[in-house]
Structures are given as C-alpha cells and as structure tokens.
C-alpha cells in the first residue's frame, strides 16, 4: 500500500502567518485530497484532485504538488484555521491517509 | 442534502463482537458506495473497506479481512459494518462516509470501547 508522511506533526502559528504542509507519497500518486478534523468532530473534505478546494473552504487555501510531494498551504493564517489536517491518496487501493498535522494557534 | 446518521457509543468485552449501523438519506443509497474508515485514539485514518448497497458487493483492506463484515439493508438504506473476536486495540472511532470528488459526506461517527 502507499504510504502517506505528513510533515511537519505539528506546527504553530500566529494569525496572519503563511503556513505550509508537507505530505510525501511512498510511490507516485496522481492526485491528492485533504481533510480538516476539529476535536470531537468528522473530518471536513478540504482539498481535492490536488488544488480544488471543497464547497466553503475559504480561499486562502491552495493545494499543489505532483507526484510524490504535495503540500497544502495558507496564505493568511485565521484562528478558525487551527485543526488538524490529513492528506489521503486513491490512485491505489487501499486508499490511505497521511498521520495528520496539528495545526495550532500560536 | 446527504446525511449519514450512525449508531451510539458501544461498550464491549474483549473477544466479543458488535455491530454499528450508518443510516443514510438524501441520495441514492443503492447507487453509492458506503465506505468504513477507523480512527483509533490519537492516531490517523485508516480505509476499512467498502459495500455497494445496489448488489451487496464488498471490498476489505486486507487488514481487516476476518475482523469486520461489511451488509447493507436497502429497505431502510442502512448499512452495518460487524466487527468481531474483539481486543482492545479495536478501540476507535469508526465512521461511515461516501464518496464524490472525495470523501466528500462523512457520519458523526460511533465510539467503540472495548474492555472488560
């Protein structure tokens, strides 16, 4: 199975901050999809095909990468941001997810 | 609008077996894959598998072959997953989701605790 390696675990940041999340295919994937999970909640659909965000993500989300190296980006980061986030390949079954990065509020 | 309403938090005793349901309204439920993810405490998401409620057909993440069995009932458009020969570390939050463009609808998720 592929194997999905989020970086950083964790990372703290202050409003307004850029933040940049890392996520690592073990074999190349064609595209990629990410979640955002608040304590006690579902993970929210975030990001997918790679760059499209979901219905209501705000847009200073993207989402890029290719390959083997994709990475979700804020450009501008809002406390409401504050959650963590799991990156998830389907380019082979069994899909899989990424350990998730907790992102706090600095 | 699609919702997927799961069953309650489940206290069980090791080497037992349980069953949660997802009851799902808004779509076509016999037309819609149902997929199972895991989350246990602390950790990451995990793809238990898949039933396609129209023809019962199913699909397991090899890991999970033996441990749980996917049914669907589309009288009611509920799907089950069973888990059995239970041990602790099949406490976890167990979710039922469908999928779109992604993992797009998601239950609220069932507790499972297992301990004697």
């Known amino acids: 199975e592929i194997v999905l390696t989020q970086s950083p675990t964790t990372i703290a940041a202050s409003p307004g901050e850029k933040v940049t999340i890392t996520c690592r295919a073990s074999s190349s994937v064609s595209y990629m999809y990410w979640y955002q999970q608040k304590p006690g909640a579902s993970p929210k659909p975030w990001i997918y095909?790679?760059?499209k965000l979901a219905s209501g993500v705000p847009n200073r989300f993207s989402g890029s990468g290719s390959g083997t190296s994709y990475s979700l980006t804020i450009n501008t980061m809002e406390t409401e941001d504050a959650a963590t986030y799991y990156c998830?390949?389907?380019?082979?079954?069994?899909?899989?997810f990424g350990g998730g990065t907790k992102l706090e509020l600095k | 609008q699609v919702q997927l309403q799961q069953s309650g938090t489940e206290l069980v005793k090791p080497a037992s077996s349980v069953k949660i349901s997802c009851k799902a309204s808004?779509?076509?439920?016999?037309?819609?894959?149902m997929h199972w993810i895991r989350q246990q405490p602390g950790n990451g998401l995990e793809w238990i598998g898949w039933i396609y409620p129209g023809n019962g057909n199913t699909k397991y993440n090899q890991k999970f072959d033996g441990k749980a069995t996917l049914t669907a009932d589309k009288s009611s458009s509920t799907a089950y997953m069973q888990l059995s020969s239970l041990t602790s570390e099949d406490s976890a939050v167990y979710f039922c989701a469908t999928w779109g463009s992604s993992f797009d609808y998601w239950g609220q998720g069932v507790m499972v605790t297992v301990s004697s």
């Open positions: 808004g779509y076509t439920f016999t037309s819609n894959y």
């Open positions: 998830q390949q389907w380019s082979s079954t069994p899909p899989t």
């Open positions: 095909d790679t760059s």
